[in-house]
T-cell receptor
Framework: EDKVVQSPLSLVVHEGDTVTLNCSYE??????LLWYKQEKKAPTFLFMLTSSGIEKKSGRLSSILDKKELFSILNITATQTGDSAVYLCAVGGRRAGGTSYGKLTFGQGTILTVHP | DTGVSQNPRHKITKRGQNVTFRCDPI?????LYWYRQTLGQGPEFLTY????????KSRLLSDRFSAERPKGSFSTLEIQRTEQGDSAMYLC???????????FGPGTRLLVL
């Protein structure tokens, strides 16, 4: 059964700090890893990673995947109070023919709180 | 894109009643997914459709749960004989079949008393 574990489960920082969120996974026939941000409503998409070692970057957020060690990290630099949210990591698998399973398996999430 | 929409946003019901939720995906997306999320947990996959076809169902989806997508556009999720353990946020997502990224709706929060 596919499994995703995120750490830490919660994190409290002050504005301006840099944080690193971790995601490790076990999935049959890995296809992709996705990061989402959830603020009391629907998860909003941040990044999708499929290849090892290629950093994805968007403003102060960046993420990288290590397919050998089966983990990903999400970095947030110069944190702001608006970054306070739950950050979810999810993985998608694929069938023998290469098409995706469709479903995503999510981790428990990391609750990030940024104080002014 | 107008985004994924879900109705109702909140539902309170008594144990034993039936409830139905609706999801309207992003218009050009042919895949539609249902997830359930309880407090402090990540979303758990329930089922998904490609066009009208229901391609996968989780073991979490008991016989009391049924989902349909009759014309390959909107979908409904029905829970019969609700139980207190069904209280959760029910999330719908959609995607193109050629792309991995799933886009989520605002969810329907169900409370079973």
């Amino acid at each position: 059964e596919d499994k995703v574990v995120q750490s830490p489960l919660s994190l409290v920082v002050h504005e301006g700090d840099t944080v690193t969120l971790n995601c490790s996974y076990e999935v049959t026939n890995f296809r992709s890893l996705l990061w989402y941000k959830q603020e009391k409503k629907a998860p909003t998409f941040l990044f999708m990673l499929t290849s090892s070692g290629i950093e994805k970057k968007s403003g102060r957020l960046s993420s990288i995947l290590d397919k050998k060690e089966l983990f990903s990290i999400l970095n947030i630099t110069a944190t702001q109070t608006g970054d306070s949210a739950v950050y979810l990591c999810a993985v998608g698998g694929r069938r023998a023919g290469g098409t995706s399973y469709g479903k995503l398996t999510f981790g428990q999430g990391t609750i990030l709180t940024v104080h002014p | 894109d107008t985004g994924v929409s879900q109705n109702p946003r909140h539902k309170i019901t008594k144990r034993g009643q039936n409830v139905t939720f609706r999801c309207d995906p992003i218009s050009e997306h042919n895949r539609l997914y249902w997830y359930r999320q309880t407090l402090g947990q990540g979303p758990e996959f329930l089922t998904y459709f490609q066009n009208e076809a229901q391609l996968e169902k989780s073991r979490l989806l008991s016989d009391r749960f049924s989902a349909e997508r009759p014309k390959g556009s909107f979908s409904t999720l029905e829970i019969q004989r609700t139980e207190q353990g069904d209280s959760a946020m029910y999330l719908c997502a959609s995607s193109r079949s050629s792309q991995e990224t799933q886009y989520f709706g605002p969810g329907t929060r169900l409370l079973v008393l």
